[in-house]
């Protein structure tokens, strides 16, 4: 009996070493691009496919392949169009500064600034969670240099009236403490509380995975993403947000669609803010989003 218990013992120690194994890998495997001088900071990013440019944004402390290749959405829409992803500054092999005067509106200026090193004069622009404020503020300030804008898992957060930023402060001293942190979402309280997978992903990835010092110079800043109502109001461009049903964004992502003219709300049903991502629906209801603004 001992024996038994013992090989038992042994056989899932090494699954669980397996699996740990495979997570890792899949955490850390990246494809390799290119770079270019972002006004003195290094910004990796992949070009691939031909057609209509789409650019892809990630969310808060992930990079370009956890957030759209491992979901296959990048090799998806390289079938079909020339997709552009890049991992923010100071995330993934980007560079990290580590000064907050770095961050704020320099990160979605490396956006414009990759377009006009890679001489696109106009893309559609898609953003995830903290991609998709970075893909709202680009409609906001350079509607002519975009066909469309996307932000999913994300919405309007209105910078008059919200918490959302105040809670920054909070999050930026756990961080200083050496903490890892929960996700921005919480800000909002038990009304919008995350799930335990995302909880547990997003203090993961700020306790381990990423640069933290990096981290607090860009939550510093973020209050320069923000965009007062009449600013969202000013979007002309096709808008379309997917969301989870359980996602703790979902009511910014339905007051973007009561202020926004030419928007489009899809709300997946049992999908948090990370599972979304991985759905079948989303990413078909991508692909009929840009098939109707590419002219195709």
Known sequence: MKKVFFYGLIIMLAFILIGAGIAYHLLVKRTVGAYFDSKGVA???????????????????????????????????????????????????????????????????????????????????????????????????????????MPLASGWENPDRSVFFQYMDKLVVALKAGKSVGPIGEAFGKERKSSFLHRTWVKLMTGFFNDRKALIALMESLEALGLNEDEVRAIKLPMMTVVGSDDILLAGAEALAEVVQNHQLIVVDDADHVQTVYRAETRATILGFLEVNSGN
């Open 43 to 149: 910004i990796h990013y992949t070009d691939e496919g031909q057609g209509v440019p789409v650019i892809l944004l990630h969310g808060f402390a992930v990079n370009a392949d956890l957030n759209w290749r491992r979901p296959k959405i990048a090799q998806m829409l390289t079938r079909h169009y020339r997709v552009i992803t890049m991992d923010l500054r100071g995330h993934g092999l980007s560079g990290k500064p580590h000064d907050k005067e770095q961050y704020g509106a320099e990160v979605y200026q490396d956006v414009i600034r990759l377009m006009d090193h890679l001489k696109i004069g106009k893309a559609h622009v898609m953003g995830y969670s903290l991609g998709g404020f970075t893909a709202l503020k680009l409609a906001s300030v350079y509607p002519e240099r975009f066909i469309s804008v």
